[in-house]
């Protein structure tokens, strides 16, 4: 019965949701009120079905329910609690609800939080949104539906249950994170696209979406660090990004989100770029579902799938249905958007939010062109070209390096225009830390990217170091405070500020954190209990193998030494190889699953793989890479999320005032 | 030159560096042979593409894996597509989910009857995302009704 009801409460969402455009349509034409409080009703009332239908999907999920195919292919009796529930974002028409459910939890808030405000926006904004939620409607109650009945015609005792790969906790972050962050943009972009229709040039607009907009990108951002991580600790490829179609659909919305984020500020500064802010977030806004349908669809494993899935055709079709209409309307629009006001210099803080923007959307597009050069190659040459990771660091680095200088130059340029005095201030000391690192890198014999990437971190980092000790050195004169509370209060004060100066060190970081890669070593090999290889400055040493039957798999663990070349010991690591299903008759249903293990420190990842086992002569097989830098990744991550943080949190009301 | 045009200059200038660059390495041959690969095949590949490094999809035969004795990482397999197949040599570690039937792409050389792969990977395109899983089948246990 329940499930009936999960897949009617979707039906009456739908009939909602038509109802919503229809009253807030007559709203707009008669300017009855009444019309649109009944319209905001009917939206929260549409939303929240969906929400209901998508825990009904969850309760299924839960309980085992195998009558449901979704619930059948997704899960098993075995399947641990917290994996049932992330099933919900497994397969297709499950996450295909859950996007409809984040969106309609969003829209809830939007039209609680503003049924006071912008009363001449929100019709229209509730109008965007529930387009939205319409397609995503469409989608779960016609095209992919998950309460569709299983499709046998004997009863279906236990499901095929969640691939080992996906049962890891990150894995249960990592999903919905980038979810909540894809669906987010649909909230500025309803704005933008409101403010539009309403010719509403002001930047009050702006106020309300912009922490929308941090938040959002923030989401997306850990998303995408999250999946980093886990391809790192659980794929076993010993790297974290492979510009894989499915990672560029994630980062390609961020990069032009992280443009929005920072060209909005000179919106509400300055009032300038509103045309580009609105161009940026409707692009953001596609590339979220332009990724949701290159994730989903199957495209680009095989670009032949593009008609035998009935999603395909359909997410085309909305992102060129929105690309066309959104772009329309801003050209229609255009003239109330112009500002009078001119960049007036190069060394500006507009102008390098200007040039820190062109080439955030620049490298999207780069990304974009070798995400989609196999589909083009195809289309038009008829071969078939696939276009891999080499080609992508490639185009990415010089742009990668820009930006990273950009990041360092941008916050210390004066807004209008900088003094050569002012420049000379601010840039000497820093160029001088550079120039010393190139020489030390040198004096290593490490050029290349690697310098480059290396000493344009010690620049921005310093630039960053210098901006905090003068507002702390200045705060501690004025104030009599000690060094700490000075920095505490210095951000206190200022929180875009400098949690932004706080992001960009993260940022800084993790740049260090990529140059590691310049200097991987790996290599593999059969060993023998007792015997020895080396890799880099290492001696690994195979100590002893051991074999262990857990409850739902079988394991071989190895045991491992790690000695420096000199023969200092290190630590021990402990891959394992593991075969789930190993109780099942047919040795293709078995699965063999490599558990790493990773020695990390700040200077090096020793990382493990236990490839292959052969129990008989005793013989294990392993891959091992030195990893330099790695952790910087993750630790700069820290910090551009805990920046963001800071920049966002609500300075409360009245606050403000006082200074 | 007044202020807009000059920054209209610059940006577009910015962008006409971007354009040659997006060019020059799509198309530079050195690193190109590396990074952009056809995907051919099997038919092309042994009366076209002998010893250039090309990209193959497949199947892997049911039953046609065989490790080397000596060295656990050494394995040979017929690749499958449809009616033609070819014989593919590969020596490093194998992704967890290789196994008979399983269609994978390798990227490689075809010399002298074989195929001697230095990638393979297991078909799966959105790793992440749970379809890893043969869906046309339920692997339950099935009751008489």
Redesign the interface.
């Known amino acids: 019965m329940i499930p009936v009801a999960g897949a009617v409460s979707l039906n009456l969402s739908l009939a909602f949701a038509i109802l919503t455009l229809f009253a807030i349509g007559f709203y707009i034409r008669y300017n009855d009120f009444r019309l649109f409080l009944t319209g905001q009703r009917l939206s929260l009332a549409s939303s929240g079905l969906s929400v209901i239908s998508t825990i009904i999907l969850t309760n299924e999920l839960i309980l085992g329910n195998?009558d449901l195919d979704y619930v059948?292919?997704?899960t098993s009796n075995e399947t641990p609690l917290l994996y049932k529930i992330t099933?919900l974002?497994?397969?297709?028409s499950g996450?295909m609800l859950f996007w409809l459910a984040i969106l309609s939890i969003y829209a809830i808030i939007v039209v609680l939080q503003n049924r006071k405000e912008h009363h001449l926006l929100m019709p229209w904004v509730i109008i965007v949104i529930t387009i939205v939620q319409l397609f995503f409607l469409g989608m779960t109650n016609f095209v992919t539906n998950p309460f569709e009945p299983?499709n046998?015609?004997?009863?279906?005792?236990?499901?095929?249950?969640?691939?080992p790969?996906?049962q890891n906790p990150t894995?249960a972050i990592?999903?919905p994170m980038l979810y909540l962050g894809y669906v987010g943009f649909t909230i500025p972009f309803a704005f933008a696209i409101a403010a539009l229709i309403k010719k509403d040039a002001s930047s009050l607009w702006i106020k309300t979406i912009r922490r929308w907009t941090l938040v959002t990108w923030l989401f997306l951002g850990i998303g995408i660090i999250l999946?980093g991580w886990?391809a790192y600790l659980e794929?076993?490829w010993g790297g974290y990004w492979a510009w894989?179609?499915?990672e560029n659909a994630s980062f390609m919305p961020w990069l032009t989100g992280t443009a929005f984020v920072h060209s909005i500020i000179i919106q509400e500064k300055k009032n300038m770029l509103k045309i580009w802010n609105m161009i940026l977030i409707i692009l953001t806004f596609t590339l979220c579902i332009f990724g949701t349908f290159l994730?989903?669809s199957?495209v680009?494993?095989?670009v032949h799938s593009f008609t035998a899935s009935g999603l395909g055709p359909l997410f085309f079709g909305f992102v060129i249905l929105i690309l066309i209409v959104s772009y329309s309307l801003l050209y229609v629009r255009r003239k109330h958007f112009q500002t009078e006001k001119?960049?007036?210099s190069?060394t500006s803080r507009e102008?390098g939010f200007?040039?820190n923007n062109?080439?955030f959307v620049?490298m999207c597009?780069?990304v974009f062109?070798g995400t989609i050069?196999p589909v083009i190659s195809e289309a038009v040459r008829g071969?078939?070209?696939?276009?891999?990771?080499?080609?992508?660091n490639?185009?990415n680095i010089?742009?990668g390096l820009i930006l990273l200088f950009l990041t360092g130059v941008g916050p210390l340029l004066a807004w209008r225009n900088t003094s050569k005095e002012s420049l000379i201030k601010n840039f000497t000391f820093p160029l001088i830390v550079a120039f010393i690192i190139v020489g030390l890198l040198l004096a290593l014999d490490i050029t290349g990217n690697a310098m480059m990437t290396l000493s344009l971190s010690g620049f921005v980092f310093t630039t960053i170091v210098i901006e905090f000790w003068r507002g702390i050195r200045a705060r501690t004169r004025k104030f009599d405070e000690s060094i700490i509370s000075a920095f505490i209060k210095l951000i206190q004060k200022n929180r875009s500020r400098y949690g932004g100066y706080i992001s960009h060190l993260g940022i800084v970081l993790m740049f260090v954190g990529f140059s590691g890669h310049a200097f991987d070593i790996e290599d593999?090999w059969?060993l023998q209990i007792g015997a020895k290889e080396t890799v880099g400055n290492y001696e690994i040493e195979l100590d002893a193998l051991s074999e262990e039957e857990r409850p739902n798999h079988y394991a071989y663990i190895a045991n491992l030494n790690i000695y420096t070349s000199g023969g200092e010991f290190v630590t021990d690591l402990h891959p394992e190889k593991r075969i789930y299903f190993h109780r099942d008759p047919n040795?293709?249903?078995r699965?063999?699953?490599?558990e790493l293990d990773i020695y990390s420190t700040i200077v090096r990842d020793i990382y493990s793989?236990f490839?292959?086992?052969?129990p008989k002569n005793q013989?294990g097989?392993f891959?091992i890479m030195i990893n330099p830098l790695v952790q910087w990744v993750w630790i700069g991550s820290y910090f551009l999320i805990i920046g963001t943080v800071i920049a966002m949190w609500p300075v409360k009301r009245g606050k403000n005032e006082l200074e | 030159m007044n202020?807009?045009n000059?920054?209209i200059f610059?940006?577009s200038g910015?962008?006409l560096v971007?354009v040659i660059?997006?060019y020059w390495?799509?198309t530079s041959p050195s690193?190109?042979a590396?990074?952009?690969?056809?995907?051919?095949t099997i038919d092309n590949l042994i009366d076209d593409y002998e010893n250039e490094r090309v990209?193959l999809g497949g199947r892997i035969q049911d039953g046609s894996i065989q490790i080397s004795k000596s060295?656990?990482?050494d394995v040979h397999f017929m690749l499958d597509q449809g009616d033609e197949s070819v014989k593919v040599h590969y020596s490093?570690?194998?992704p967890?989910?290789f196994?008979?039937?399983v269609e994978v792409i390798v990227e490689g050389v075809y010399t002298g009857g074989i195929f001697k792969a230095d990638m393979l990977q297991t078909?799966?395109?959105?790793?992440?995302?749970?379809?890893?899983?043969d869906?046309s089948e339920?692997?339950?246990?099935?009751?008489?009704?």
Not at chain 1, 157 to 163: E, I, P, T, V
Not at chain 1, 611 to 614: R, S
Not at chain 2, 123 to 133: H, M, N, Q
Not at chain 2, 138 to 145: A, D, R
């Open positions: 195998f059948a292919h997704y099933a974002w497994a397969g297709q996450s299983t046998a015609d004997f009863i279906v005792m236990n499901g095929n249950g969640l691939n790969l996906l894995m990592h999903p999946g886990w794929l076993g894989d179609p499915v994730t989903r199957g680009m494993s095989s001119q960049l007036e190069f102008s200007l040039f062109v080439v620049v597009f780069a062109w050069f071969t078939k070209i696939t276009v891999g990771a080499p080609f992508f490639q185009i010089p742009i593999e059969g040795p293709d249903k699965q063999p699953h490599s793989i490839t292959g086992v052969d013989v097989y891959k | 202020s807009k000059k920054f610059a940006v910015v962008i971007f660059w997006v390495v799509s690193e190109g590396k990074s952009m690969v056809t995907f051919v990209r060295n656990l990482l490093k570690t194998r967890d989910l196994k008979n039937g078909k799966c395109a959105s790793r992440y995302e749970g379809d890893l899983r869906e339920y692997s339950m246990e099935e009751v008489e009704i």
